[in-house]
């Protein structure tokens, strides 16, 4: 079977070209630039990842350069990274007056307004928000700081032109509603709000309903999801306060920039929220996601250490926390904390697979049997093609291929369009000799239900050499070795085609390239067949 293999890439940032250039002398004529020297020190201790020490000389920086925008912007994001509201205050102040602000730096003084419950300060935060991307936030926050001074804040309407600025009035005036008691319109206002998945606003509903003593009503708007309604539970609250409104406003928009890539905007959104309700959980397990997204695991880990473990989201918690070890390459830590949640008296199925795909990974799979033995009797889990695949997988893994054949064949009628089921199991037929040619039709089956994937077409190609026919495997092997270059199993399974059709060059050439990413005892079977052929 041809094996993932993950890699993390880890970048270093080297020193800009213009940071030589201001330390000669050469910044813009406008600006004091100051004594440089400890920007240098802050961006050699940025880039070493030495973040402690990165805002100490950041700090240095900015009081030595006041009016220099290139210290203060590096000052301003590395403070959004480690939570120094002192420094991000004082750099947005530096970026405002020199003109060249981000837009987020505007999101400060509400931030604390908010916290301190001043809608006088949150109301004279505003005009700031006014110049670009997020203005759309202006309606919502009027409606939010009227409610706050005890106005109607249900007034506030969006511009019919703008249909971001009127969705948030929308979600905004659900939960004004549902504030004030008034329950049957505030739910039916949340409903309306749509989505498969609970959105932001309906959870932040549900956190009133919960805070309220509605826990039912809150269980039908989250659809009975057991992980939205620890979600809501985290931040219950039975009083809207300006600082629940503007903090679930900004993690909404938080949410909505979360996905694969970095963001500087969504950062901030998730830090501003966090710093406007600082015991909002929800808004820490966000702010760690961006950290990790924008490379700084050890701050992405701090922040999820600080959620209570034995809080609504202590768990999942603890779960991102072991998925961010593993994704660092810190597999002992993974498997560690995997372990303590696996056997936590709280665990659920998804803790015990964690833990049991973490053993595998370490080959240790017959340490995994029993945690994959406990999903199969798991009551939703065991309806699952992908437990019983994994299980299978383990057992095979681990040298039990009678009882790896029968669970295997389980995932396959669970999943009979599965292609990794399918493939999976017709290729350890194949390495085990048994029934080839039903092993070669599930295999005909796979790649058709998969043709792009490589490791398929190789399980494929190879059943059609162990057959007999091939020529007929070879075309498959070929496109499967230059789809997954690196995969040493493929190029192997190459080479030895190659060798059988009398191709002895290629042959010793696809050995010798399978041999670049091997692994022992891979690597001392290639170098035999490299001298010697089959």
Request: hydrophobic letters at 50%; aromatic letters at 4%.
């Amino acid at each position: 079977m041809a094996r993932i293999i993950r890699t993390c890439n880890a970048i270093a940032p080297v020193l800009l070209l213009a940071l030589t250039a201001m330390a000669a002398g050469a910044a813009p004529a406008a600006a004091d630039t100051g004594d440089l020297s400890a920007y240098l020190r802050a961006r050699v201790a940025e880039d070493a990842g030495q973040g402690t020490e990165a805002v100490a000389a950041y700090t240095r920086a900015l009081a030595d350069a006041p009016a220099n925008p290139v210290v203060a912007i590096r000052a301003y994001r590395e403070g959004l990274a480690a939570g120094d509201a002192a420094l991000v205050r004082h750099a947005a102040t530096a970026l405002a007056a020199a003109g060249v602000a981000p837009d987020d730096a505007a999101l400060w003084p509400l931030v604390d307004a908010a916290r301190a419950n001043d809608p006088a300060a949150a109301e004279r935060a505003l005009p700031a928000l006014d110049n670009g991307r997020l203005r759309i936030l202006l309606p919502p926050l009027r409606a939010w700081i009227a409610a706050a001074r005890g106005q109607d804040g249900l007034a506030i309407e969006a511009p019919k032109d703008d249909a971001v600025a009127r969705r948030l009035v929308n979600e905004t005036r659900a939960l004004l509603l549902i504030g004030a008691g008034r329950l049957p319109e505030g739910i039916a206002a949340a409903q309306a709000l749509g989505g498969t998945v609970p959105s932001g606003a309906q959870l932040a509903a549900a956190e009133l309903l919960i805070g309220g003593g509605h826990d039912e009503a809150a269980a039908s708007l989250l659809g009975g999801r057991p992980g939205q309604l620890a979600a809501a539970r985290a931040g219950a609250t039975a009083r809207p306060t300006l600082a629940f409104g503007v903090s679930r406003l900004l993690l909404r928009l938080a949410d909505d920039l979360g996905g694969d890539r970095a963001s500087s905007l969504g950062l901030s959104f998730a830090r501003a929220a966090l710093d406007a309700d600082p015991g909002y959980a929800r808004a820490r397990l966000t702010l760690a996601e961006q950290l990790a997204l924008a490379d700084d695991p050890d701050r992405a880990l701090a922040q999820l250490a600080l959620v209570p473990a034995d809080g609504p989201l202590g768990a999942t918690a603890a779960g991102r926390r072991i998925n961010l070890l593993d994704a660092e390459d810190r597999a002992a830590d993974a498997l560690a904390a995997a372990r303590v949640r696996a056997e936590a008296s709280d665990a659920v199925a998804v803790d015990r697979a964690r833990y049991a795909d973490l053993l595998v990974a370490a080959d240790r799979p017959a340490d995994a049997l029993p945690f994959y033995a406990a999903l199969t009797k798991d009551a939703d889990a065991s309806k699952n093609w992908a437990t019983w695949l994994r299980y299978g997988a383990a057992l095979d893994q681990a040298g039990q291929w009678k009882e790896a054949r029968r669970v295997l064949r389980r995932a396959v009628d669970l999943g009979p369009q599965e292609p990794s089921a399918l493939n999976y199991l017709g290729y350890a037929m194949i390495e085990h000799g048994e029934d080839l040619p039903d092993a070669t039709r599930m295999l005909e089956r796979a790649h058709a239900l998969a043709v792009d994937d490589a490791s398929i077409a190789d399980s494929l190609g190879w059943a059609y050499h162990r057959i007999g026919q091939t020529p007929r495997g070879l075309p498959l092997l070929e496109r499967a070795a230059a789809d997954a270059p690196a995969n040493a199993e493929i190029a192997e399974h190459l080479g030895d085609a190659y060798w059988s059709l009398g191709r002895r060059y290629e042959a010793r050439y696809a050995w010798a390239a399978a041999a670049v990413t091997a692994e022992p005892p891979a690597t001392a079977r290639l170098a035999a067949k490299q001298e010697s052929g089959l």
